[in-house]
């Protein structure tokens, strides 16, 4: 019978098998002289391989303890650490979980850091592990270039391709905020499995996409090829004849066994990648030992045969090959490096394991909001230049105008008061946006700065990431509320995490603009009329703006910015397509909402509500289309109840000010929450939760009804109206 735990049995053969010379043959045809690789990169490569395997061994030991809680192991992927060994800190390098070889050999380029220890701390999950305190077991470091990486599999592709891309734009703008050098390339490591999710196949796509326009991304994907994918098999040759003959994909295979092949190549795709400045598809082509991770039972799914084939295929063994067949070592020095290893992980982790944990919600919660920075916030454009970039529309802006003409006018100002902000999504550049938002942006500050992305929101919200991670304040555009949902996981599960999973030690700060909401005319349907933002709700550190009249949209992203450059926030910047070009309230050409362009020093804070009206009697609260809706059915309201009624445009549906707004209607005998969302998950409800209790006075949720926005006019059934409103809140009066 086979045994379950090969952890042992593969700790065991490596000695053995060691000591009689039963050792693998070499799959690589070519052979290189000794003389083309110094035989110090080859012992430090394979003592990292060492103490990768070690710390996959203490790993499964100290599971069977209680004390370690993370077994996905590295053991078979060793042959990374030669991407370690040969390409500089100064690379940012998006990993995998199988990156332990690569860790530690990177970390030799940092003196006095502590690989051994770090991630020892990691795996028990101490507060004193330096990258996530505790929160997760991650490879990461800042002091390598190494941001952590726990979310879903492949989900970090988009946003390495957009930290790529950033280099060359740093460059070219001659932004002095870039993290990194301008000669610096990326590496991005992923399994075989990895590379069907659709996420890893925008992120290649992206970067091949640009290659192919004339624009440079110097990025080495890197996928390592165990041919498994937790349980199913990958298609023998199905990523080579995939990748091989990709356009704008340099294609370089090698086997990740062997270290002297691995040298040879992993030269040629940085020396390639860095001239060319060119995405690279590195294929790796190696075995997985020890199954996924510590509960998986790989002989469930394969055979004694499989198993046994692929441990004797062990990296470490062709490793140790290589080194006595070029009299580098004896087998007794590798079998003595293998121990004295072993005792030294071994004493690292009992040290480690006795290290405090996270003990208390404030703890776990303290990284959740990044880390301020020690930016000073520059001075907004001079009256010559806004006059140059403007040109006759500076003498427009005392003028009353639309929510997305005074947007427009804001992001001039913006992008000239921000030398690192770029503003990118589908059609924002010629077209200048579907709603002319960004019209003539790129005409003023040139397609460096403003342009067009393919139409994939999942590399449109992985390129701000990658930007903001390299010192920019991105500005990016969905084109339709209803097209965030194909990636967000790209905010939930990369963007949001970031700061929390690296203790603050890297954040990912950006603007994401999304005309969205109901009402829109002309242009109506489902997919152009979304009314759901549940999926930014529970999302925690994340911004939610959503602005109701052109004024109130300027001063807001203003602030957002504002707090994207000096806190590193993330912001959902909501824009209410039915109120971009809304002029009026009650008849037409009345002009009651429309606005003349803010003073450039005018925002309105986080938590800041506007108030509208007096008195007890009702207070409605409401933000967006619901608000106008609500000033709308306002007077009618007054005008049957004989009294004046307050309304409130909360602005801000995140970061709301509970005591401020309950001390504001404390006094009120009724309220009613006029929410344009669906009734069932709408920021409404939270609303209603978090004031019922504080408040005397009744209230009533009044929101959209559980439906898909229909096309034209027949939408309006399942929506708030000024009718209903009116209707709603006449019958909570009289209740």
């Given amino acids: 019978m086979i045994s379950i735990d090969r952890s042992k049995i593969i700790d065991k053969n490596f000695i053995e098998f060691l000591s009689s010379e039963k050792l693998p043959k070499s799959k690589t045809d070519k052979l290189y002289i000794s003389a083309d690789i110094p035989k110090d990169e080859l012992i430090s490569i394979f003592e990292s391989q060492v103490l990768s395997r070690q710390i996959?061994?203490?790993?499964?030991?100290?599971?069977?303890?209680?004390?370690?809680?993370?077994?996905?192991?590295?053991?078979?992927?060793?042959?990374?650490?030669?991407?370690?060994?040969?390409?500089?800190?100064?690379?940012?390098?998006?990993l995998h979980y199988r990156s332990g070889a690569f860790f530690f050999e990177r970390s030799k380029q940092f003196p006095g850091f502590t690989p051994i220890f770090d991630t020892a701390l990691s795996l028990v999950a101490s507060k004193d592990d330096p990258i996530s305190s505790g929160r997760h077991k991650v490879f990461g470091s800042k002091e390598l270039n190494i941001p952590p990486q726990t979310s879903t599999i492949a989900s970090h592709l988009p946003k390495a391709v957009g930290f790529a891309f950033s280099i060359e734009r740093g460059r070219d703008l001659k932004l002095k905020e870039?993290?990194?050098?301008?000669?610096?390339?990326?590496?991005?490591?992923?399994?075989?499995?990895?590379?069907?999710?659709?996420?890893?196949?925008?992120?290649?796509?992206t970067a091949s996409y640009i290659s192919y326009m004339g624009g440079n991304v110097p990025i080495v994907f890197i996928c390592e090829d165990n041919e498994l994918g937790i349980s199913v098999p990958t298609p023998d040759f199905w990523i080579e004849h995939n990748y091989k003959n990709k356009k704008n994909l340099k294609y370089i295979q090698s086997d990740g066994r062997n270290l002297l092949d691995m040298i040879v190549k992993v030269k040629e795709a940085e020396a390639y990648c860095r001239k060319n400045r060119s995405p690279v598809f590195f294929h790796m082509k190696t075995v997985r030992l020890m199954g996924h991770a510590g509960s998986d039972i790989e002989t469930v799914y394969r055979s004694k045969n499989e198993i046994e084939k692929s441990e004797f295929d062990d990296p470490l063994l062709h490793s140790a090959r290589i080194l006595i067949e070029k009299k580098l070592v004896s087998?007794?020095?590798?079998?003595?490096?293998?121990?004295?290893?072993?005792?030294?992980?071994?004493?690292?982790?009992?040290?480690?394991?006795?290290?405090?944990?996270?003990?208390?919600?404030?703890?776990?919660?303290?990284?959740?909001?990044?880390?301020?920075?020690?930016?000073?916030?520059?001075?907004?454009?001079?009256?010559?230049?806004?006059?140059?970039?403007?040109?006759?529309?500076?003498?427009?802006?005392?003028?009353?105008?639309?929510?997305?003409?005074?947007?427009?006018?804001?992001?001039?100002?913006?992008?000239?008061?921000y030398p690192n902000t770029v503003i990118f999504g589908e059609d924002v550049s010629r077209k200048g946006g579907v709603y002319g938002v960004t019209a003539n942006l790129v005409k003023k500050f040139g397609y460096k700065r403003v342009f067009d992305s393919p139409l994939d929101e999942t590399s449109i919200i992985g390129f701000g990431i990658g930007f903001g991670m390299n010192g920019y304040v991105p500005i990016i555009e969905i084109q339709f509320l209803a097209y965030f949902h194909?990636?967000?996981?790209?905010?939930?599960?990369?963007?949001?995490?970031?700061?929390f999973f690296s203790n603050r030690k890297f954040s990912n700060p950006m603007i994401i603009r999304v005309p969205g909401l109901a009402y829109q005319k002309g242009f109506g349907g489902h997919f152009h009329n979304d009314n759901s933002l549940s999926i930014f709700k529970d999302i925690p550190g994340i911004i939610v703006a959503v602005p109701s009249n052109g004024e109130d949209a300027v001063k807001m992203m203003r602030t957002a910015v504002k707090e994207a450059f000096l806190n590193q926030r993330i912001i959902i910047f909501i824009e209410p397509i039915a109120l971009y070009n809304q002029k009026d309230l009650y008849k037409k050409k009345d002009s009651l909402w429309i606005n003349s362009y803010p003073n450039i020093n005018e925002n309105i804070n986080l938590s800041e509500f506007g108030l509208?009206?007096?008195?007890?009697?009702?207070?409605?609260?409401?933000?967006?289309?619901?608000?106008?809706?609500?000033?709308?059915?306002?007077?009618?309201?007054?005008?049957?109840?004989?009294?004046?009624?307050?309304?409130?445009?909360?602005?801000?549906?995140?970061?709301?000010?509970?005591?401020?707004?309950?001390?504001?209607?404390?006094?009120?005998?009724?309220?009613?929450?006029?929410?344009?969302?669906?009734?069932?998950?709408?920021?409404?409800?939270?609303?209603?939760?978090?004031?019922?209790?504080?408040?005397?006075?009744?209230?009533?949720?009044?929101?959209?009804?559980?439906?898909?926005?229909?096309?034209?006019?027949?939408?309006?059934?399942?929506?708030?109206?000024?009718?209903?409103?009116?209707?709603?809140?006449?019958?909570?009066?009289?209740?």
């Fill in 486 to 499: 194909n990636a967000e996981d790209q905010l939930r599960g990369e963007a949001s995490t970031l700061s």
């Fill in 178 to 205: 870039n993290i990194v050098k301008n000669d610096s390339v990326v590496l991005c490591s992923f399994g075989d499995a990895g590379i069907n999710h659709a996420t890893a196949l925008s992120g290649i796509n």
């Fill in 612 to 735: 509208f009206g007096s008195g007890n009697e009702l207070t409605i609260i409401s933000y967006g289309n619901g608000f106008y809706l609500s000033m709308k059915a306002k007077r009618k309201i007054e005008q049957k109840i004989h009294k004046k009624i307050k309304i409130i445009d909360l602005r801000w549906l995140t970061d709301i000010n509970y005591s401020n707004l309950i001390k504001e209607i404390e006094q009120s005998k009724k309220i009613l929450i006029v929410d344009e969302c669906r009734k069932s998950g709408c920021f409404g409800e939270s609303i209603f939760n978090n004031i019922s209790s504080s408040i005397n006075g009744i209230i009533k949720l009044h929101a959209a009804e559980d439906s898909f926005i229909t096309i034209g006019e027949s939408s309006n059934y399942t929506l708030p109206s000024e009718k209903s409103i009116s209707e709603e809140a006449l019958a909570l009066i009289n209740a």
């Fill in 56 to 94: 996959d061994l203490n790993a499964r030991k100290y599971k069977e303890k209680g004390i370690c809680h993370y077994t996905i192991s590295s053991s078979g992927h060793e042959g990374n650490a030669v991407f370690g060994n040969i390409f500089p800190l100064s690379d940012m390098a998006f």
């Fill in 331 to 417: 087998k007794d020095d590798i079998l003595k490096l293998y121990e004295v290893s072993r005792k030294k992980v071994d004493c690292v982790f009992e040290s480690a394991s006795i290290r405090p944990k996270l003990k208390s919600k404030k703890e776990i919660m303290s990284s959740i909001l990044p880390k301020k920075n020690n930016r000073t916030l520059p001075n907004p454009p001079s009256d010559q230049i806004r006059k140059t970039l403007l040109d006759k529309d500076f003498d427009r802006l005392e003028l009353k105008h639309s929510m997305s003409r005074l947007l427009n006018y804001c992001l001039v100002d913006i992008l000239a008061q």
